[in-house]
């Protein structure tokens, strides 16, 4: 009998634990995810996807409407990427889609609403994962947004970063700061 509980026990939490961990921040998508993205995707047409439950959870601070940012997994890329394509008419391609899912790298994107920024070295984007600490591989300007923020887009590598942990996000600007905390595990 206790065989049996025992074994129970190991089924259970195969089939109702693992789909809590598999979804987080994948860094491999599987052919479902891709189509279940960019479905999601086409269903919000344009910024409306930004107010959907699965990309709000990759956003921090107040964004898309004021500072903070977007955590840019594969994931959340065919969605976004699917969503900007719908409301111009549009459909994602499977060229999109294979350089999303091949690629090494994730981006975080950040607004500023710093008006001095001349160069993208006046912004410094840092990851800190307890005592792991993760520069951008690169950064560069994003989008300009019309109440005068500025994008700006750190490229992080998948390997230096643990995807099921919680993350201090470290947006420096000349002499000022913004923390930002997010839990890379709520991130599809």
């Known amino acids: 009998m206790k065989f049996n509980k025992w074994w129970l026990r190991i089924i259970f ?21 891709i189509k279940e993205a960019n479905n999601y995707g086409a269903k919000y047409k344009g910024k409306e996807i930004f107010e959907s439950p699965i990309v ?25 990427v699917s969503a900007m394509k719908t409301l111009q008419e549009k459909v994602i391609t499977p060229e999109d889609i294979k350089e999303i899912t091949e690629s090494t790298t ?7 609403s710093d008006e001095s920024i001349q160069t993208t070295e006046d912004v410094e ?24 923020r500025q994008g700006i887009v750190g490229t992080f590598r998948y390997d230096k970063i643990n ?6 996000i470290l947006v420096k600007i000349k002499k000022s700061e913004e923390k930002y905390k997010i839990d890379f595990s709520d991130v599809k």
């Open 106 to 112: 994730f981006k975080v994107v950040v607004s500023i």
């Open 56 to 80: 709000k959870s990759a956003c921090f601070g107040e964004y898309p409407k004021g500072g903070g940012g977007l955590i840019m997994s594969k994931y959340i890329e065919i969605t976004v």
């Open 163 to 168: 995807a099921r942990a919680n993350t201090l």
């Open 125 to 148: 984007i840092i990851l800190k994962q307890g005592t792991n600490t993760i520069l951008p591989q690169k950064t560069e300007f994003g989008m300009k947004y019309k109440d005068k």
């Open 13 to 33: 939490a195969t089939i109702f634990g693992t789909p809590a961990l598999s979804h987080a921040f994948d860094i491999q998508l599987t052919q479902e995810q």
